[in-house]
């Protein structure tokens, strides 16, 4: 049964940083097809960053481009999320996914789709105040 536990999530100012952390059981690293997404009330969830192609292909939202970095420690089985330069848009529910569709995971095609993955933590909350 695969778990995923998401944590790091917190309320900073504009232009701070936090760095989400989750934590997979019961899933290997292998394929390495793990994504990002963010949800606020104001708009769906969305895709924020994602690892594809064995952990050769990653792919971020532009809106993200440039401030956030994924990484990956299979040692610690841990996926990161590094958010720099924060922003209130930034606001929402950050969730990690996991075990992408085979054209996801071999290609990054819809890479951002919800539905692609199949695995979901259950998220944690990250708050952008000016």
């Known amino acids: 049964q695969v778990q995923l536990v998401e944590s790091g999530g917190g309320s900073v100012q504009v232009g701070g940083s936090l760095r989400l952390s989750c934590v997979a059981s019961g899933y290997t690293y292998g394929s390495n097809c793990m994504a990002w997404f963010r949800q606020s009330t104001e708009m769906q969830r969305e895709g924020v960053a994602a690892?594809?192609?064995?952990?050769?292909?990653?792919a971020y939202a532009d809106s993200v481009k440039g401030r956030f970095t994924i990484s990956i420690d299979k040692a610690k089985k841990t996926m990161y999320l590094q958010m720099n330069d924060l922003k209130p848009e930034d606001t929402g529910i950050y969730y990690c996914?996991?075990?992408?569709?085979?054209?996801?995971?071999?290609?990054?095609?819809?890479?951002?789709?919800?539905?692609?993955?199949?695995?979901w933590g259950q998220g944690t909350q990250v708050t952008v105040s000016s």
């Open positions: 996914a996991a075990d992408a569709t085979l054209g996801t995971c071999l290609n990054g095609v819809d890479w951002n789709r919800a539905d692609n993955y199949k695995h």
């Open positions: 690892f594809y192609a064995a952990g050769g292909g990653t």
